[in-house]
């Protein structure tokens, strides 16, 4: 039963427009979602995050949307860079547990 | 400081050996966690520690055991090796829980397991 779920494997944007990736979850008891970017053979790195009580937190070039009542989450990178290519994982938690469910990813390649 | 550090890197085993995969923070988080990463799939969660001397189950936890002596160390244990334990494995960690919501976790570089 998967939880959370990424269901694009893959994306291919162009350098210096908009990158979309999207997450869904099904447990409605989860309070908080996380990205993570991942490059190969490195562990992933934290990106960005947000709180059910909020439906948007950006942070420079990253920005976070939140829609709890159809259970979705994108994050948005405006503009793109090659630099961005890798790995980005959702994940959710709920309350202070500390136990993350992340999705199955989805591979960003920014074309230059 | 040099964060969550893991060895080895790479580790061929055949079916049924044992190892230890080990896992130092030096960022003095009372959190650690063990995830492992299938090919095609998210992380999973086997264990995690809220400190020394406390160690708990996660989503996926047969076939592992491990420990917490220290803050700093987390070693994750194979008693029997089998061939579905073939994955990526990543330790992480995160502070003393501060707020309602989970702590940002931070990851080594994993340590590439094969059991043949």
């Known amino acids: 039963d998967q939880q959370v779920k990424q269901n694009s494997p893959s994306l291919s944007v162009q350098e210096g427009r908009i990158s979309i990736l999207n997450c869904d979850y099904t447990?409605?008891?989860?309070?908080?979602f996380l990205w993570y970017k991942k490059y190969p053979a490195e562990g992933p790195t934290f990106l960005i995050s947000?709180?059910?009580?909020?439906d948007k937190n950006e942070d420079g070039r990253f920005t976070v949307f939140l829609n709890k009542s159809a259970k979705h989450l994108s994050l948005h990178i405006v503009p793109s860079q090659p630099g961005d290519s890798a790995v980005y994982f959702c994940?959710?938690?709920?309350?202070?547990?500390?136990?993350?469910?992340f999705g199955t990813g989805t591979l960003l390649a920014v074309q230059p | 400081n040099a964060g969550v550090t893991q060895t080895p890197k790479f580790r061929i085993l055949k079916i049924g050996q044992s190892m230890t995969l080990q896992c130092t923070q030096d960022?003095?988080?009372?959190?650690m966690y063990w995830y492992r990463q299938d090919p095609g799939m998210g992380l999973k969660l086997i264990y995690y520690?809220?400190?020394?001397?406390?160690?708990d189950k996660g989503e996926v936890p047969n076939g592992y055991n491990v420990s917490r002596s220290t803050t700093e160390d987390f070693p994750l244990r194979l008693e029997l090796a089998a061939p579905s334990q073939t994955s990526v494995y990543f330790c992480?960690?995160?502070?003393?829980?501060?707020?309602?919501?989970?702590?940002?976790?931070?990851f080594g570089p994993g340590t590439r397991l094969t059991v043949l």
């Open positions: 992480a960690s995160s502070p003393l829980q501060r707020s309602q919501y989970t702590d940002t976790q931070y």
């Open positions: 447990n409605s008891m989860f309070d908080y």
């Open positions: 947000i709180s059910s009580i909020k």
């Open positions: 994940a959710a938690s709920v309350g202070a547990t500390n136990k993350l469910i």
């Open positions: 960022m003095n988080h009372n959190y």
């Open positions: 520690s809220v400190g020394a001397g406390i160690t």
